[in-house]
T-cell receptor, first 114, second 112 residues
Framework: DAGVIQSPRHEVTEMGQEVTLRCKLI?????LFWYRQTMMRGLELLIY????????DSGMPEDRFSAKMPNASFSTLKIQPSEPRDSAVYFC????????????FGSGTRLTVV | EDKVVQSPLSLVVHEGDTVTLNCSYE??????LLWYKQEKKAPTFLFML????IEKKSGRLSSILDKKELFSILNITATQTGDSAVYLC????????????FGTGTRLKVLA
Protein backbone atom coordinates (compact mmCIF):
# COMPACT_ATOMS: atom_id res chain seq x y z
CA ASP A 1 0.00 0.00 0.00
CA ALA A 2 1.67 3.20 -1.19
CA GLY A 3 -0.35 5.44 1.10
CA VAL A 4 -1.75 8.81 0.14
CA ILE A 5 0.43 10.33 -2.56
CA GLN A 6 0.68 14.06 -3.08
CA SER A 7 2.47 16.00 -5.76
CA PRO A 8 4.41 18.13 -6.09
CA ARG A 9 6.28 17.98 -2.78
CA HIS A 10 7.34 21.59 -3.10
CA GLU A 11 6.03 24.39 -5.28
CA VAL A 12 7.35 27.90 -5.59
CA THR A 13 5.35 30.22 -7.79
CA GLU A 14 4.90 33.88 -8.47
CA MET A 15 1.87 35.77 -7.30
CA GLY A 16 -0.93 35.61 -9.84
CA GLN A 17 0.01 32.24 -11.26
CA GLU A 18 -2.23 29.21 -11.19
CA VAL A 19 -1.20 26.38 -8.89
CA THR A 20 -2.54 22.82 -9.01
CA LEU A 21 -1.94 20.36 -6.22
CA ARG A 22 -2.60 16.67 -6.73
CA CYS A 23 -3.59 13.81 -4.49
CA LYS A 24 -4.01 10.08 -4.98
CA LEU A 25 -6.06 8.28 -2.35
CA ILE A 26 -5.34 4.95 -0.75
CA UNK A 27 -7.07 2.21 -2.67
CA UNK A 28 -10.42 1.43 -1.06
CA UNK A 29 -10.73 4.73 0.78
CA UNK A 30 -13.72 6.79 -0.25
CA UNK A 31 -13.40 9.99 1.75
CA LEU A 32 -10.89 12.65 0.86
CA PHE A 33 -9.92 15.78 2.78
CA TRP A 34 -7.83 18.80 1.84
CA TYR A 35 -6.19 20.62 4.76
CA ARG A 36 -3.96 23.67 4.90
CA GLN A 37 -1.41 24.06 7.67
CA THR A 38 0.29 27.26 8.78
CA MET A 39 2.15 28.18 11.94
CA MET A 40 -0.47 30.74 12.88
CA ARG A 41 -3.65 28.79 12.22
CA GLY A 42 -2.62 25.16 12.46
CA LEU A 43 -4.51 22.62 10.37
CA GLU A 44 -7.57 24.01 8.65
CA LEU A 45 -10.02 21.86 6.72
CA LEU A 46 -10.64 23.30 3.28
CA ILE A 47 -12.99 20.77 1.70
CA TYR A 48 -13.91 17.14 1.90
CA UNK A 49 -15.44 14.61 -0.46
CA UNK A 50 -17.27 11.39 0.13
CA UNK A 51 -17.66 9.01 -2.80
CA UNK A 52 -16.41 11.73 -5.15
CA UNK A 53 -19.07 14.20 -4.02
CA UNK A 54 -18.07 17.43 -2.24
CA UNK A 55 -19.77 17.34 1.16
CA UNK A 56 -18.49 20.46 2.86
CA ASP A 57 -16.49 23.22 1.20
CA SER A 58 -17.10 25.85 3.86
CA GLY A 59 -13.41 25.98 4.63
CA MET A 60 -12.41 27.04 1.14
CA PRO A 61 -11.13 30.56 1.74
CA GLU A 62 -12.16 32.25 -1.47
CA ASP A 63 -13.35 31.70 -5.00
CA ARG A 64 -9.71 31.51 -6.00
CA PHE A 65 -9.69 28.01 -4.52
CA SER A 66 -11.38 25.08 -6.22
CA ALA A 67 -11.19 21.32 -5.75
CA LYS A 68 -12.27 18.44 -7.89
CA MET A 69 -12.45 14.70 -7.59
CA PRO A 70 -12.80 13.40 -11.16
CA ASN A 71 -12.62 9.76 -10.06
CA ALA A 72 -12.58 7.65 -6.93
CA SER A 73 -8.84 7.74 -6.49
CA PHE A 74 -7.69 11.21 -7.48
CA SER A 75 -8.25 14.82 -6.52
CA THR A 76 -6.87 18.24 -7.39
CA LEU A 77 -6.82 21.51 -5.49
CA LYS A 78 -6.39 24.56 -7.66
CA ILE A 79 -5.55 28.12 -6.67
CA GLN A 80 -6.05 30.75 -9.34
CA PRO A 81 -4.69 33.37 -9.02
CA SER A 82 -2.30 32.56 -6.20
CA GLU A 83 -1.33 35.12 -3.56
CA PRO A 84 1.54 35.24 -1.03
CA ARG A 85 -0.89 34.57 1.83
CA ASP A 86 -1.68 31.20 0.26
CA SER A 87 1.82 30.03 1.24
CA ALA A 88 1.37 27.00 3.49
CA VAL A 89 1.67 23.24 3.55
CA TYR A 90 -1.33 21.62 1.92
CA PHE A 91 -2.21 18.13 3.10
CA CYS A 92 -4.47 15.63 1.51
CA UNK A 93 -5.88 12.85 3.70
CA UNK A 94 -8.16 9.91 3.06
CA UNK A 95 -10.24 7.56 5.14
CA UNK A 96 -12.84 4.84 4.96
CA UNK A 97 -16.30 6.28 5.40
CA UNK A 98 -17.38 3.54 7.70
CA UNK A 99 -14.14 3.51 9.63
CA UNK A 100 -13.44 5.52 12.70
CA UNK A 101 -9.69 5.59 12.87
CA UNK A 102 -9.00 9.04 11.61
CA UNK A 103 -7.16 9.89 8.48
CA UNK A 104 -4.12 8.76 6.62
CA PHE A 105 -2.28 11.87 5.55
CA GLY A 106 -0.15 12.40 2.50
CA SER A 107 3.28 13.98 2.91
CA GLY A 108 1.99 17.39 1.95
CA THR A 109 2.83 20.01 -0.64
CA ARG A 110 4.78 22.99 0.62
CA LEU A 111 3.57 25.96 -1.40
CA THR A 112 5.45 29.25 -1.48
CA VAL A 113 3.95 32.13 -3.39
CA VAL A 114 6.38 35.00 -3.92
CA GLU B 1 -18.33 27.75 17.55
CA ASP B 2 -16.75 24.32 17.78
CA LYS B 3 -13.15 24.46 18.90
CA VAL B 4 -10.25 22.37 20.10
CA VAL B 5 -7.61 23.99 22.30
CA GLN B 6 -4.26 22.47 23.11
CA SER B 7 -1.82 23.44 25.82
CA PRO B 8 0.91 24.23 26.25
CA LEU B 9 1.70 25.63 22.83
CA SER B 10 5.30 24.55 23.20
CA LEU B 11 7.39 22.66 25.69
CA VAL B 12 11.10 22.00 26.13
CA VAL B 13 12.21 19.14 28.38
CA HIS B 14 15.26 16.98 28.93
CA GLU B 15 15.54 13.32 28.08
CA GLY B 16 14.01 11.17 30.76
CA ASP B 17 11.40 13.72 31.81
CA THR B 18 7.70 12.94 31.79
CA VAL B 19 5.38 15.31 29.92
CA THR B 20 1.63 15.80 29.88
CA LEU B 21 -0.04 17.43 26.92
CA ASN B 22 -3.57 18.76 27.21
CA CYS B 23 -6.46 18.97 24.78
CA SER B 24 -9.79 20.54 25.68
CA TYR B 25 -12.74 20.78 23.35
CA GLU B 26 -16.07 22.44 22.89
CA UNK B 27 -17.69 20.46 20.13
CA UNK B 28 -21.30 19.61 19.52
CA UNK B 29 -22.17 15.96 19.04
CA UNK B 30 -18.80 14.58 20.08
CA UNK B 31 -17.92 11.20 18.67
CA UNK B 32 -14.20 10.60 19.11
CA LEU B 33 -10.88 12.26 19.83
CA LEU B 34 -7.63 11.45 18.13
CA TRP B 35 -4.00 12.20 18.87
CA TYR B 36 -1.46 12.57 16.09
CA LYS B 37 2.30 13.04 16.08
CA GLN B 38 3.73 15.29 13.40
CA GLU B 39 7.44 15.38 12.79
CA LYS B 40 8.77 16.86 9.60
CA LYS B 41 6.04 15.65 7.32
CA ALA B 42 2.56 14.27 7.64
CA PRO B 43 0.77 13.64 10.94
CA THR B 44 0.81 10.03 12.01
CA PHE B 45 -1.91 8.43 14.08
CA LEU B 46 -1.29 7.69 17.77
CA PHE B 47 -4.58 7.04 19.59
CA MET B 48 -8.30 7.21 19.17
CA LEU B 49 -10.47 7.72 22.25
CA UNK B 50 -14.22 7.38 22.43
CA UNK B 51 -14.99 6.43 26.04
CA UNK B 52 -14.23 8.26 29.24
CA UNK B 53 -11.75 6.86 31.70
CA ILE B 54 -10.28 4.14 29.52
CA GLU B 55 -6.56 4.60 29.10
CA LYS B 56 -4.97 3.83 25.76
CA LYS B 57 -1.32 2.89 25.96
CA SER B 58 1.46 2.35 23.48
CA GLY B 59 4.93 1.96 24.91
CA ARG B 60 5.85 5.14 26.73
CA LEU B 61 2.79 6.99 25.44
CA SER B 62 -0.63 6.89 27.02
CA SER B 63 -3.82 8.87 26.70
CA ILE B 64 -7.15 9.20 28.43
CA LEU B 65 -10.40 11.02 27.77
CA ASP B 66 -12.77 12.80 30.16
CA LYS B 67 -16.07 13.41 28.39
CA LYS B 68 -17.61 15.10 31.39
CA GLU B 69 -14.91 17.74 31.66
CA LEU B 70 -14.33 17.75 27.88
CA PHE B 71 -10.61 17.13 27.75
CA SER B 72 -7.96 14.58 27.01
CA ILE B 73 -4.34 14.24 28.05
CA LEU B 74 -1.40 12.62 26.32
CA ASN B 75 1.40 11.44 28.60
CA ILE B 76 4.89 10.60 27.51
CA THR B 77 7.18 9.01 30.09
CA ALA B 78 10.97 8.74 29.93
CA THR B 79 11.07 11.11 26.97
CA GLN B 80 13.64 10.66 24.22
CA THR B 81 14.93 13.07 21.59
CA GLY B 82 12.89 11.12 19.04
CA ASP B 83 9.73 12.27 20.78
CA SER B 84 10.42 15.81 19.58
CA ALA B 85 7.48 16.69 17.34
CA VAL B 86 4.21 18.58 17.18
CA TYR B 87 1.40 16.66 18.86
CA LEU B 88 -2.03 17.31 17.39
CA CYS B 89 -5.39 16.64 18.93
CA UNK B 90 -8.47 16.28 16.71
CA UNK B 91 -12.15 15.81 17.52
CA UNK B 92 -14.74 14.19 15.32
CA UNK B 93 -18.41 14.97 15.47
CA UNK B 94 -21.32 12.68 14.76
CA UNK B 95 -24.25 13.55 12.52
CA UNK B 96 -22.76 11.86 9.51
CA UNK B 97 -19.80 14.13 9.15
CA UNK B 98 -16.36 12.71 8.63
CA UNK B 99 -14.38 15.78 9.37
CA UNK B 100 -12.15 16.33 12.35
CA UNK B 101 -11.53 19.64 14.05
CA PHE B 102 -7.85 20.01 14.86
CA GLY B 103 -6.15 21.93 17.62
CA THR B 104 -3.10 24.02 16.75
CA GLY B 105 -0.82 21.49 18.37
CA THR B 106 1.81 21.35 21.10
CA ARG B 107 5.40 21.60 19.94
CA LEU B 108 7.56 19.35 22.09
CA LYS B 109 11.33 19.51 22.05
CA VAL B 110 13.32 16.96 24.01
CA LEU B 111 16.94 17.88 24.70
CA ALA B 112 19.66 15.28 25.05
Amino acid sequence: DAGVIQSPRHEVTEMGQEVTLRCKLISGHNSLFWYRQTMMRGLELLIYFNNNVPIDDSGMPEDRFSAKMPNASFSTLKIQPSEPRDSAVYFCASSLSRGNYGYTFGSGTRLTVV
Amino acid sequence: EDKVVQSPLSLVVHEGDTVTLNCSYEVTNFRSLLWYKQEKKAPTFLFMLTSSGIEKKSGRLSSILDKKELFSILNITATQTGDSAVYLCAVRQTSGTYKYIFGTGTRLKVLA
